[in-house]
Structure formats: structure tokens, C-alpha cells
């Protein structure tokens, strides 16, 4: 392995699932400035997710769509068959 490839700065990190608040404590390297209390007490920077494995319909098997801007309803409205 080449040596200084990997960062060496990893800290603990709080990743939290905006669309159904989920929140689970990792490593990364990632900035952050935003900061929340964790559950054993401590305050860790606060990385927000659009998207998890606890939201993604791969892995919860249900066929959700996440549409925050009408992008579904415009494609099939745009591709839709003229009668």
C-alpha cells in the first residue's frame, strides 16, 4: 500500500437520514459545522443525508419516490401519450 494515501485525520462523526431522521455515529473526514449531542453525552460534528440504507427502497424493498421538486409528475406529463 503507498503510504500517505489515506487521510489520517478521521474523527467521529453523527450522519443523520433527513427524510426519516435516522441518525447513526461513524468515522469520516468529512467537514462539518454543524454540531448535535449524541447519545452517550458527547457533541459531534453533524453530517445531514438526503438519503440511507434505511431510506433507499434497494434496501427497505419498498418502491418510494422521493420527489421534492414535481421532477416525476413533469417527465410524465412531458412523455405522456396523446390520445
Same mark, same amino acid.
Given at each position: 500500500?503507498?503510504?500517505?494515501?489515506? &487521510?489520517?485525520?478521521?474523527?467521529?462523526?453523527? @450522519? +443523520?437520514?433527513? /427524510? =426519516? #431522521?435516522? /441518525?447513526?455515529?461513524?468515522?469520516?473526514? /468529512? &467537514? /462539518?459545522?454543524?454540531?448535535?449531542?449524541?447519545?452517550? #453525552? =458527547?457533541?459531534? &460534528?453533524?453530517? +445531514?443525508?438526503?438519503?440511507? =440504507?434505511?431510506?433507499? &427502497? @434497494?434496501?427497505? #424493498?419498498? =418502491?418510494?419516490?422521493?420527489?421534492?421538486?414535481?421532477?416525476?409528475?413533469?417527465? $410524465? +406529463?412531458?412523455?405522456? $401519450? $396523446? $390520445?
Amino acid at each position: 500500500m503507498k503510504k500517505g494515501l489515506h &487521510p489520517e485525520n478521521y474523527r467521529f462523526v453523527v @450522519f +443523520k437520514d433527513m /427524510s =426519516n #431522521g435516522y /441518525s447513526f455515529l461513524s468515522r469520516s473526514t /468529512s &467537514p /462539518s459545522k454543524e454540531t448535535i449531542k449524541w447519545e452517550d #453525552g =458527547n457533541e459531534y &460534528p453533524l453530517i +445531514k443525508l438526503e438519503i440511507s =440504507n434505511t431510506s433507499h &427502497p @434497494f434496501f427497505t #424493498g419498498q =418502491n418510494v419516490l422521493v420527489d421534492t421538486a414535481g421532477r416525476i409528475d413533469k417527465f $410524465k +406529463k412531458r412523455y405522456e $401519450k $396523446k $390520445k
